[in-house]
């Protein structure tokens, strides 16, 4: 098992390359049969080198990437991220299960933003 140092530097690395798209970079945290799901769609990608050459030939480049949190324990770790596609935003979690140093398994969960609904406006206050 990584320690939690080394961890949470291999993920910096990861999502400062998936921000500068560097595919290459991005790509090194996963072990050759890693396995990751996208349980919105359904879809499953078996292997980095299909993942890369999914995420390769996505028709619309990030003109955005924030990182809002990181936190894990042991081999299970979550990244919470903003990626914005031609201005939009969308919300992203991305569960990342380490065996040996590198990501064997990852989920990711995608997200539009929504409206407050103003039933609740007494309760909330608006984030920034």
């Known amino acids: 098992m990584m320690d939690v140092h080394n961890i949470q530097m291999?993920?910096?690395?990861?999502?400062?390359?998936?921000?500068?798209d560097d595919q290459t970079a991005e790509h090194e945290i996963y072990h050759d049969d890693a396995v990751c799901?996208?349980?919105q769609s359904g879809e499953v990608?078996?292997?980095?080198?299909?993942?890369q050459l999914l995420r390769s030939h996505h028709p619309g480049k990030p003109s955005g990437?924030?990182?809002?949190r990181m936190a894990g324990?042991?081999?299970?770790?979550?990244?919470?991220y903003v990626i914005t596609y031609e201005d939009k935003p969308v919300y992203t979690v991305s569960i990342m299960q380490f065996r040996d140093g590198k990501v064997s398994h990852e989920t990711q969960y995608f997200a539009d933003p929504f409206a407050a609904p103003a039933w609740r406006a007494q309760w909330v206050e608006t984030a920034a």
């Open 73 to 80: 324990e042991g081999d299970l770790w979550v990244t919470e």
């Open 10 to 20: 291999a993920l910096e690395r990861h999502w400062a390359a998936s921000a500068a």
């Open 65 to 68: 990437f924030i990182v809002r």
């Open 45 to 51: 990608i078996h292997g980095r080198r299909n993942l």
């Open 37 to 39: 799901e996208y349980p």
